[in-house]
């Protein structure tokens, strides 16, 4: 006698469970929701008259009392039931997982003994072929002859693997299958309502079954000899007594050196993700820079620039002149980058072209409007209320100080993130980057897309270089260099050159990451140039990487 084979499908208990559950929504919180939704649809419904629409609209809220009134009535045998349901199919789908397992399973063992048995096959035709060959054949004959039956069986081989693997896919397939048809009877049982912990359970499980390690270690294989890296430098640090690494002091200055490399991060990634770059990014941050020390200078400023001055805003409130410099460093920043965007979103300039024009028009005039000169230092108060730290006191032997410039860091962050993953604006980023044609056919329009991802990214250089001048002496020199790392944070965290593939998460990491670096080979004494050094290897392999990903997509 053959065994049942369980189904949700077949299911008579199930099934009256289902149909009861249905029965009590039907009239109730299914109609809710129909209700609902016609009174939206109705609303936005431009072909009704106004009467027409009223008097709709007065049928559909009557019903929606009724069926709200009916939901209510119905809800805690519903609860109850639809409870009583979910704990029958968590029985019923362990059943049907462990009996599909176990059939798949069979199928699998089966298969393996197949593929054996065929590549035994093929080892013996070999021979038989070989042989014959050889008793036919002689000399540069034999050999073009033994080549192409060598080559033969090497397809007959891959034939094999490849039917197997596919077949083996197939039985792996079916038993991750049977978790999922659980997991969705529960969430159809629920009305559509999903559960933490099954969500996080079918994250896991589908992880598991896509898992790979060649494409763990593609995806992963950078961030794995970094981390072994800092492991390294954590031990030798105190061996070769330079002191301990891994202290909360180091990591609180780490984060701080961080938080405002990562303005710079933010804005350029939004260009990356559109397949472009930005080498303007250490000219912007010395422009905001020394727009903010000149406005927040605690006396006349040593510095004319384009022969006007000397320059004294001590006379204005200083909360103003806070807000002045943070005002006129995003503006200009902005200014110039939308610039630049006007070249690439319009005239198809790629960006590595306008935004290096730019930075060497900024270069110029801040070097011919300030001689050079650093502007000197801001205001003492105003320079510890915003870029200082926070007394926490003694924590073991430490003495721990928190940097206040953590917290706009963390706000620009979360703006980046609800804009890139909850905005229309962010999706078509996406789109765009992607594939700026199939935008353009779905309506999106690319020039003004690519425009606003330069202006956002003006914005984020703007506070950046805001922040910058809190940090030390603004000149025209400052943020040199600040590009690459930006960049490269960027590469490093994931967001692709080829556009579309990235996220804000990607390009956070990316800037501790290399800022940690930085910190950690500074901390063992490591010489600059070799920094250099290193920090090219890590970027260089990043790309690779990413290009690798890339032509396995495609």
């Known amino acids: 006698m053959e065994k049942e084979v369980l189904s949700f499908e077949n299911d008579v208990k199930l099934a009256d469970l289902t149909n009861r559950l249905n029965a009590l929504r039907e009239n109730g919180v299914n109609l809710v929701m129909d209700l609902e939704g016609r009174i939206a649809a109705t609303k936005k419904n ?7 629409r009223a008097k709709m609209l007065e049928e559909f809220t009557a019903k929606l009392a009724t069926a709200k009134s009916v ?20 029985q019923l789908g362990k059943k049907i997982e462990a009996q599909t397992i176990a059939a798949e ?32 054949f002689s000399g540069s004959e034999l050999e073009e002859e033994l080549k192409t039956v060598r080559y033969e069986h090497k397809s007959a081989l891959f034939d094999a693997k490849m039917h197997f693997d596919n077949e083996v896919a197939r039985c792996q397939s079916a038993k991750n299958q049977a978790y999922i048809a659980h997991i969705q009877k529960n969430r159809s049982l629920r009305n559509g309502k999903s559960n933490f912990l099954e969500n996080t359970s079918l994250a896991f499980r589908n992880y598991i079954y896509n898992f790979k390690l060649s494409k763990f270690f593609l995806d992963n294989g950078l961030y794995l000899a970094i981390l072994v890296f800092f492991i390294v430098c954590v031990i ?8 301990k690494l891994l202290s909360l002091p180091n990591i609180f200055t780490i984060l701080e050196q961080s938080s405002v490399r990562m303005f710079y991060a933010l804005g350029v990634a939004g260009l990356i993700l559109l397949a ?10 010395a422009l905001g820079s020394v727009v903010t020390g000149l406005i927040l200078h605690p006396g006349v400023n040593i510095v004319k620039f384009f022969n006007m001055g000397p320059w004294d805003f001590t006379g204005l409130p200083m909360g103003f002149r806070v807000v002045m410099a943070l005002v006129l460093s995003v503006t200009l ?21 306008s935004t290096l024009a730019t930075q060497l028009i900024i270069y110029g005039l801040l070097f011919f409007g300030t001689t050079g000169t650093p ?5 003492s108060a105003v320079k510890d209320a915003i870029g200082g730290r926070w007394e926490l006191g003694y924590i073991g032997t430490d003495y721990i100080t928190f940097p206040k410039l953590i917290v706009p860091a963390v706000i620009a962050v979360i703006v980046a993130w609800f804009i890139w993953n909850k905005t229309i604006f962010g999706k078509n980023m996406y789109a765009v980057g992607g594939n700026a044609e199939a935008a353009t056919v779905s309506g999106i329009s690319v020039f003004k897309i690519t425009m606003m991802v330069f202006v956002m990214a003006g914005i984020f250089y703007g506070c950046g270089a805001f922040l910058e001048a809190f940090r030390a002496n603004a000149s025209a020199g400052t943020g040199q260099g600040y590009e690459m790392d930006a960049i490269a944070a960027c590469v490093v965290g994931g967001i692709s050159f080829n556009g579309g593939i990235g996220k804000i998460s990607g390009a956070v990491m990316g800037v501790i990451i290399f800022t940690s670096l930085t910190y950690c080979l500074t901390f063992l004494g490591i010489d600059t140039n070799l920094q250099f050094v290193i920090k090219g290897v890590i970027i260089i392999a990043a790309v690779a990487l990413d290009s690798v990903k890339y032509l396995k997509r495609k």
Do not use: W
């Open 105 to 136: 399973n069979e199928k699998i063992a089966k298969l393996k003994a197949e593929y054996s048995q065929r590549v035994e096959q093929c080892r013996k035709k070999l021979e038989e072929n070989e042989n014959s060959v050889k008793s036919k």
């Open 46 to 52: 431009k072909l009704l008259h106004g009467d027409e």
């Open 236 to 243: 030798i640090a105190p061996i070769s007594g330079k002191g």
């Open 375 to 379: 502007v000197g230092s801001i205001d």
């Open 276 to 285: 472009g770059t930005d080498l303007s990014i250490g000219r912007m941050v």
């Open 333 to 353: 920043c902005s200014a110039f980058a939308a610039f630049s965007g006007v070249f690439s979103a319009r005239l198809k300039m790629h960006p590595f072209i």
């Open 71 to 90: 939901a209510a009535q119905n809800s805690p045998e519903e609860k109850s039931l639809e409870k009583e349901a979910v704990a029958y199919v968590n």
